[in-house]
């Protein structure tokens, strides 16, 4: 299931992103959900289910962040409207554990065992405080990085 976050009052962010290429936005955004999202990750690794007296389970050391979904889940989201950047929270999909939907929901033998959900809902407040607070500086780092590339390349070329 999607959760669609509406953040308000970031026009001049938005500007300020537009304003820089394509592919440095991107990165800008990335690195600032990277970031926002460590709080959701340490908890949903918190509250992952684990089999104590036996071995390790890797639900709860899988869980990461990613700009990809495995097939299946890109299936499911075929036909939604892209976003220009898409970052995902859960069990990861190159490593092959593909149990983590099943401890989050529960099978016809055992219920359910939330533990995304329950971190996304303890974290969303914290995690989008931080995207509002480390956004501005990501893009004026970007812009700073930016201008002093442009200026080198301009020192070169006279």
Known sequence: MATNVRIEGLRELE????????STGKNV?????????K????DAQRLAPDRPGRPRNDLPTSITISTRLNKNQRKATRGTDKS??????GPDVSVPHPH???QEFGTVQHGPQ?????????NKMEVLDVIGDQ??????RAAKRLAKKQAKAAAKGK
Do not use: Q, S
């Not at 939330?114 to 303890?122: I, L, T």
């Open 100 to 102: 983590g939907h099943w």
């Open 39 to 42: 709080p959701l990750i340490n």
């Open 114 to 122: 939330p533990f995304m959900r329950p971190a996304w809902d303890a």
């Open 29 to 37: 955004l990335r690195r600032t959900l990277r970031e926002a999202a």
């Open 15 to 22: 500007r300020a992103l537009a304003e820089l290429p394509k």
């Open 135 to 140: 956004l501005g500086d990501e893009i004026m």
């Open 84 to 89: 220009f950047v898409e970052m995902y929270v």
